[in-house]
């Protein structure tokens, strides 16, 4: 469905372009029409440099006494510049058209295997990179596609459980997950979803995960965005459903954080109690996934 909707917008954008330049040849000013033309991408991209400054602006306001070091002014705006160019391939490249580029691949007995599971409003392109890597070195990997994209948090669940038990089947052996923002409380909501769940993946990696919420979710409108609020009742009944368990959520868990993470703020909200934490500064949300150090602990883990 995000890709349907993404190809969608593309096809607005160009076709309300060719109106503005057809419009200003009608008029006898194909020069002035060109510019208009020209000037509509360029004025959403600016408008998407302001949004993403505008969240850095906020996620500064609400640092507080966050115990994460709090960002210079030059780290957020390299982590703005940074995000930005990746997100136009991500979105309307990766995503939009290339979701199913990189099969999965459930490996063979004896293997160990990667789960990866996206975030909000996203579809399993945006690990093309990932996908890519893994493949070349012959690793067992699935990436899913969350679905349908504005239900809450809980409506992945049967994703998840279905690419563990086909990469299960497979290879024999539990396996690694790895999950960027959203996909993280996706893995928490399954972990709790059937008894013995937390002891089938050998080993989990959140990226920018809210996992006590960020103050970014007050804006969003859709189910999963008030499930991402922090302090609400959804997030305050996955943690009483993890405290029957034997082992906390951060037993065998990494969490990585960007104190510039323009999505997740404050800081800390991505960290879980007793996890391990991998701490990237001047480092925007998506840009973490593409940090280096997140593919170097998985390789770790795997080899």
Same mark, same amino acid.
């Given at each position: ?6 190809r969608?917008?593309?096809?607005? @954008?160009?076709?309300?372009?060719l ?9 006898g000013r194909?020069l ?5 033309a020209?000037?509509?991408?360029l ?8 949004a ?6 906020l996620?500064?306001a ?8 709090r960002?210079?002014a030059?780290?957020?705006? &390299? ?11 991500? +979105?309307? #490249?990766?995503?939009a ?11 063979l007995?004896g ?5 990866l599971v996206h975030?909000h409003?996203c !579809?399993?392109? +945006?690990?093309n990179?990932?996908?890519?890597r893994?493949a070349?070195e012959?690793?067992?990997? @699935?990436?899913?596609?969350l ?7 809980? $409506? ?8 563990v ?7 024999g &052996?539990?396996?690694l ?20 769940n937390?002891? &089938?993946?050998?080993?989990?990696m ?8 960020? #103050?970014?979710?007050r804006l ?5 965005a008030?499930?991402m609020?922090p ?5 305050q ?5 993890e ?15 960007g104190?510039?993470? !323009? ?6 909200? $991505? ?14 949300h ?10 170097a #602990?998985? &390789?770790a883990r795997?080899d």
């Amino acid at each position: 469905m995000i890709a349907r909707l993404l190809r969608l917008a593309l096809a607005l @954008l160009l076709l309300a372009m060719l109106a503005l330049a057809l419009g200003g040849l009608a008029a006898g000013r194909p020069l002035a029409g060109l510019v208009a033309a020209l000037a509509l991408p360029l004025g959403l991209l600016l408008l998407g440099l302001g949004a993403y400054g505008l969240e850095m602006m906020l996620a500064a306001a609400v640092h507080g006494d966050d115990p994460w070091p709090r960002p210079r002014a030059i780290d957020r705006l &390299r982590a703005v510049l940074g995000e930005l160019g990746l997100a136009l391939p991500t +979105f309307l #490249w990766h995503q939009a058209f290339r979701a199913a580029a990189w099969p999965d691949r459930p490996g063979l007995a004896g293997q160990r295997g990667v789960v990866l599971v996206h975030g909000h409003v996203c !579809n399993r392109g +945006f690990w093309n990179r990932w996908l890519a890597r893994l493949a070349a070195e012959g690793r067992p990997v @699935l990436a899913v596609t969350l679905e349908p994209p504005l239900a809450g948090v809980e $409506a992945g669940v049967p994703c998840l459980e279905a690419a563990v038990a086909r990469l299960e089947a497979a290879t024999g &052996r539990p396996p690694l997950l790895v999950a960027h923002s959203m996909g993280g409380l996706v893995w928490r909501a399954w972990r709790v979803a059937a008894p013995g769940n937390a002891a &089938r993946l050998a080993g989990v990696m959140t990226i920018g995960t809210p996992h006590h919420g960020t #103050w970014l979710a007050r804006l969003g409108l859709s189910r999963n965005a008030r499930d991402m609020r922090p302090g609400s009742d959804w997030l305050q009944a996955l943690a009483a459903a993890e405290a029957r368990l034997p082992e906390p959520p951060g037993a065998r868990c990494c969490c990585v954080l960007g104190t510039a993470d !323009n999505v997740v703020f404050p800081p800390a909200s $991505a960290v879980l109690a007793g996890a391990e934490t991998l701490h990237l500064p001047a480092t925007a949300h998506i840009a973490l996934v593409h940090h280096p150090a997140c593919l170097a #602990w998985l &390789r770790a883990r795997l080899d």
